[in-house]
């Protein structure tokens, strides 16, 4: 089992290698066989075939180790668990961005930082040389929306060296950083609820889906949630005080991290708080994330330009998104009938309304969740993450990270479980078909009628299906 993850994933570093954007001047296109496998469509299409099985792989590695935790005679599961991460993670650590070129711009972004050049003034495109050469073109000139967090640790790893492929392994560690503090933090989560906490720790740290998007896309989201992670459980079983002032930490990576501050500035609160309470905990609470949140950009020289820079990503159109693709289709269909709207005219608009509600959705929880329960504090990180995910104009397949850790320590009906294992899975195998193959339509279909074809093996044949249904049927309860 554990064999069979690691060759899962050297499978998907050497097929990442065909696949993935490398920069010109890296020394692996010195390979005249990889540059020749890189330069034809079938020699693309085998590296994409490669990933896939890679991943296929790891998928069923990873449901062997859920139905072996699934026993209630498993002998060390947390460490098994933790174990199997690390060995599926190794190979890994030195790939290029999988998936997605987000890591060559974290990496131009760390260089503008520690150059003196804010990356909320400027974008990668007044670099020249070897760091912008992987970065893709749409975000060239586009300034970043991260917080300060990201940008001082990609500076600090510039301060050592200028090469791209160094600062995106040194992104990678910032991002297994936030996996590490999501190992320590859903144990504890999972023992509020009363879940094995080494079945939600596998969810939560070694699926296919967080492997290959948290650690191989090396994406900002996972030290962000972990910082989420971390702040639920200091806040709750600590003080509010410094569960809002890591909440404000998280918020310094991505904005939406902050989001964990209310259901643990409620928690605070005694039982059936009233509306003068809340208000004057959460403003408090509020005062501190946002402390740390100015802090750090200040401290840091950045200051808080990231406000100005929110609206980045909003820029392209993602299927993923609700209001976009609702949206998106109702524009088809104005097309269709030769109506002569603008270009995006729903998706807009469908947008514009999607913000109000996530406002209102903040709004509704603050003043009506119930207060002063650990319990019911997780479930509303849950529900307020997920229902924020739900109305946002753009989201990338790895924003879902952002809800993993809580669902994973949630004690969930058996239908919503097999649906979580389900997503886990696919969600891991659908990952190479995102923006690195941007433009490769045959490749995207391919890989898309291989990914049907082994999850119709994994998830709808019957010894399939009764392993998911094993591993979703078990009372997820802790060992006493």
Wanted: hydrophobic share 60%; charged share 10%.
């Amino acid at each position: 089992m554990l064999t069979r993850g690691l060759a899962g994933s050297v499978l998907v570093l050497l097929g990442g290698v065909v696949v993935s954007t490398l920069p010109e001047s890296t020394l692996l296109l010195r390979n005249e066989q990889l540059v020749a496998l890189r330069g034809h469509e079938a020699g693309r299409m085998i590296g994409l075939a490669v990933v896939l099985v890679g991943l296929g792989m790891l998928a069923g590695a990873w449901l062997g180790l859920c139905r072996t935790l699934a026993r209630d005679d498993a002998p060390g599961g947390l460490e098994l668990v933790r174990q199997a991460t690390l060995l599926w993670s190794l190979p890994l650590l030195v790939a290029p961005p999988l998936f997605s070129r987000d890591g060559w711009s974290y990496a131009a972004q760390g260089m503008l930082t520690h150059i003196g050049i804010s990356p909320y003034d400027w974008g990668p495109g007044v670099l020249a040389g070897p760091i912008v050469e992987g970065v893709d073109p749409r975000w060239m000139d586009t300034l970043t929306p991260y917080g300060p967090v990201p940008l001082v640790a990609g500076s600090f790893a510039a301060s050592i060296t200028a090469d791209p492929w160094l600062l995106v392994i040194a992104h990678r560690a910032v991002a297994l950083v936030g996996l590490v503090l999501v190992a320590w933090a859903v144990p504890r989560l999972a023992a509020w609820t009363g879940v094995r906490p080494a079945l939600a720790s596998a969810l939560a740290l070694a699926s296919p889906f967080v492997i290959a998007n948290g650690v191989g896309g090396l994406h900002n989201d996972l030290l962000m949630v972990g910082l989420m992670a971390a702040a639920l459980v200091v806040g709750i079983e600590r003080s509010w005080l410094w569960g809002a002032a890591l909440g404000g930490l998280a918020a310094a990576v991505k904005l939406p991290g902050g989001l964990v501050c209310v259901p643990i500035l409620l928690a605070s609160l005694p039982a059936a708080a009233g509306v003068v309470d809340r208000g004057r905990r959460l403003a408090a609470g509020g005062a501190v994330a946002v402390a740390v949140l100015v802090g750090v950009g200040v401290a840091s020289g950045l200051g808080v330009g990231w406000i100005h820079a929110l609206g980045v990503p909003g820029v392209i159109y993602t299927p993923l998104s609700v209001p976009t693709f609702l949206g998106g289709t109702l524009d088809s269909v104005a097309s269709a009938m030769g109506l002569g709207l603008a270009p995006h005219t729903f998706a807009d608009a469908f947008r514009s309304v999607a913000s109000v509600l996530a406002l209102a959705l903040v709004g509704w929880f603050a003043l009506r969740w119930p207060t002063g329960s650990r319990t019911r504090a997780l479930q509303g990180t849950a529900l307020l993450v997920g229902g924020f995910l739900l109305t946002l104009p753009v989201v990338h397949l790895w924003y879902l990270l952002w809800v993993v850790p809580f669902l994973a320590a949630l004690r969930l009906p058996r239908a919503a479980a097999v649906v979580v294992v389900a997503v886990s899975v696919v969600g891991g195998m659908i990952a190479p078909l995102d923006s690195s193959l941007h433009g490769a339509w045959v490749l995207i279909i391919m890989g898309s009628m291989y990914v049907a074809l082994v999850a119709a093996v994994l998830l709808l044949s019957r010894r399939g299906r009764e392993r998911i249904l094993h591993i979703a049927e078990v009372e997820w309860l802790p060992v006493p």
